[in-house]
């Protein structure tokens, strides 16, 4: 069992929506603390992929048949092998493969409106917190770094979830932990309203929080570090693009220290 020392010092624990959120958010503090752990929670999804989805269509990599998440979670070693982290993959389905794709929307209103209603299944966020309790009780660091629950459906289902862990009284079986947020780049960029309104949601919860600055002054080799890991994730910043990419390597990095 990890001794509760200061928040970000040491090796700590990143929670990732999917792969490549950790190292996009969280990849100078990665880099900067050897022997941590990423949780990647949307991992997984269909051994054949035919049809491909819009996303991996963009990629530029897959053909119909694929084994899309197979690659991905091959570039997600050589990420992780860069910060010298450990991946846990928790497998539950991306939410493109989690129902059909609803192309045309406009014209089928209808039909966009039950799917969301299907992903926003709250048994699917009991799932995440299942699949997570284990780990924050096993894993043996004092600091679990958790998305805001930005832009992404996927996103704010794991921010939710996490709170969910992050509320639980400590005590008994449950480990005494550091719960520390942080804010999803790049898309803190596209949305920053939202930034506000998760803080507050947070607040509302009682879980109030303040600005943590992780430690360090600004690397060079640490910033390298991030973009070499950012750039194993190749069907992932393709997507993306130069410019999305290239905010979420200028960052800076923003967490937040729950109380």
């Known amino acids: 069992m990890a001794v509760l020392g200061e928040p970000l010092q040491g090796p700590v624990a990143v929670v990732s929506p999917h792969l490549d959120d950790a190292a996009l958010g969280c990849g100078r503090l990665l880099a900067s603390r050897p022997s941590s752990h990423v949780v990647t929670v949307f991992s997984g999804g269909p051994a054949r992929v035919d049809p491909l989805p819009e996303w991996d269509r963009l990629a530029g990599t897959f053909a119909p048949g694929d084994d899309v998440m197979g690659l991905r979670a091959r570039e997600d ?3 992780m092998a860069v910060v010298a982290s450990s991946a846990h993959r928790l497998g539950l389905w991306d939410d493109q493969y989690r129902e059909p794709p609803v192309n045309h929307a406009r014209w089928r209103p209808r039909a966009v409106r039950a799917r969301q209603a299907r992903l926003d299944d709250p048994r699917l966020e009991d799932e995440v917190v299942a699949l ?3 780990l924050v009780e096993a894993l043996p660091v004092g600091t679990w ?7 992404h459906g996927d996103h704010k ?21 550091h719960w520390v947020v942080y804010e999803e780049l790049p898309y803190r960029f596209d949305v920053p309203d939202q930034v506000d309104a998760a803080l507050a949601a947070l607040a509302g919860q009682g879980l109030g929080h303040r600005p943590l600055e992780p430690p360090g002054a600004p690397d060079v080799e640490l910033d390298g570090l991030k973009a070499a890991m950012v750039g194993c994730y190749r069907s992932q910043v393709t997507c993306l693009g ?6 979420a390597l200028a960052g800076p990095e923003r967490y937040h220290l729950l109380r």
């Open 157 to 177: 289902k794991v921010a939710r979830a996490c709170a969910r862990l992050a509320r639980r009284p400590t005590g008994g079986a449950w480990p005494e932990r």
């Open 77 to 79: 070693d050589d990420a």
């Open 242 to 247: 130069p410019e999305r990419v290239g905010r």
């Open 145 to 151: 770094v958790v998305p805001l629950g930005l832009w």
């Open 132 to 134: 997570l309790a284990p």
